[in-house]
Structure formats: C-alpha cells, structure tokens
C-alpha cells in the first residue's frame, strides 16, 4: 500500500507544471474549474443562511459600483454576484464561481471608493488565479505526503502534518497571497480606482488586524513584506491607471 500511495505520490507531482497563474507560476489543479465553482455557489448560498445581510441602500450600491468596475477588467465564464453582510468583521472574500461578498466591518479600514478596489481586486485576483483550485491539490498531495512518511519512519503523522504546513501550506499561502495583492493592483488600475491607495488600504488593516504572528507563521505576508511589494509594483500600475482615465474609466462610486 505504502509503494502505491508513493507511486500516486510521484504521478500528482508530474503533473504541477501543467498549469501556470497568470503571473507565471506553476500550479498543481487537480479539480475542475466546474467542481470549483459549484463549491464556492454551495458556500455562498449557506453564508447567506447564516449570516445576516446590510439593508443599507447606500452601502450595497457602493459596494456594487466598485465590483462592477473591477469585474469588468477580469474575463470570467460567469456573472458576478455581490451581496454585503452585516456583520463587523473587517474582511472580504471571493468565491468561485464569481460570488462576492463584503463584510460591513471592512469600512473600517476602507475609507474611499480606491481603498475598497484595492480589497475587491486582490480577492478576484485569488479567483482569477485559481488559488482555491491549487490549494485544494496542494492539501490532497500533502496528506497523501504524511501518510507515506508516516508509514515509512513510524514518525507520528501529527508532527509530519506540523512540519509540511510550516515548509508548504504557509509559504505557498502567502505566495498567493502576494500574488493577489499586484494582481489586485493592476485590476483597480485598469478599472480607474488609484493603486496608490492600496498602500494605505493594507495600512489600515494592519491597523485592524491588531498583533500579528511571525510572518514565518503566519499565511498573510508581514505588512512591510506587503508594502515593499506593492510600491515595487506602483509605477506599472500608475501607467495603467492614467491610461483608464485616459479612457473615460472614472468611477464616481463614493457619491
């Protein structure tokens, strides 16, 4: 059993390079966009069961008016939905299957229609380039991995599974995570909003966030690793943006 599951092993690695996101990097899918999206549908729907939804009529067609600018720079195989939920939680998330959902608490750290696109842009950007999809494979290889390594040195599968997630899950999460941050960056440039708000946006969720783990725990970049990023990335995404306005993409989502 143990050589079989090693044999599956080696046939799941082969196949990683067989998918690349959209900055170049090698992914290992091993679910189908379809499955995907019918997962991120089942999770939308039951958070909307869950999770009271904002009655501000204000609120949700600002929220709307920045998604729809966002979204239209992204080419997907579906339409997105948006719903904002009342609850004080400073977050957002994006789902496959093109489901977007906004927490109220998020206006906390995003103070204008620019600060918003940059959270919008970086959740379409995890959409966009499938780290849902990767993830998923990522965990399947890695249990499998234990379960190998277990059965090869009678080391118990608890501290393998430790070990895998600080040297795998945790740096590829925050290699997403980055990934979606100048991904993010250029969406909101396209669509008019200024990029350079999202160095003050991720300043203000820092602010929120309160103490953080040592970014070698943690699966978020640490805000500085984030900020250098970012500004690294600021002039391209400064092109694009007078390029939009150039354009006439001049959203007006804070009036």
């Known amino acids: 059993m143990t050589k079989r599951i090693a044999a599956l092993m080696v046939l799941l690695a082969s196949l990683a390079g067989c998918a690349t996101s959209p900055t170049g990097r090698s992914q290992l899918i091993l679910i189908s966009d379809a499955e995907l999206a019918q997962m991120g549908v089942q999770a939308f729907d039951q958070m909307r069961q869950e999770v009271p939804v904002s009655k501000d009529p204000k609120l949700r067609e600002r929220v709307r008016c920045v998604v729809e600018a966002i979204t239209a720079q992204v080419s997907a195989p579906y339409r997105w939905e948006v719903e904002v939920f009342d609850a004080d939680e400073v977050n957002a998330f994006a789902l496959p299957g093109g489901k977007i959902g906004v927490f109220k608490g998020l206006f906390k750290a995003a103070e204008n229609q620019h600060q918003l696109a940059a959270v919008i842009g970086h959740e379409v950007a995890h959409v966009m380039a499938r ?63 200024d990029p350079r708000e999202s160095l003050a946006l991720w300043r203000n969720m820092a602010r929120e966030a309160g103490p953080r783990p040592v970014e070698f725990l943690s699966t978020h970049p640490a805000p500085e690793t984030r900020m250098r990023e970012l500004e690294r990335h600021l002039p391209q995404a400064l092109a694009l943006y007078e390029e939009a306005r150039a354009a006439g993409r001049t959203p007006r989502c804070d009036s």
Do not use: K, N, W
């Open 131 to 193: 780290h849902a999809a990767a993830r998923v494979s990522q965990q399947l290889v890695t249990q499998l991995g234990v379960s190998v390594v277990a059965a090869g040195t009678g080391v118990h599968p608890d501290l393998i599974g430790m070990g895998a997630d600080l040297l795998l899950t945790l740096p590829y999460s925050r290699a997403d995570e980055s990934e979606a941050d100048i991904l993010g960056l250029t969406y909101m440039a396209r669509a008019g909003f």
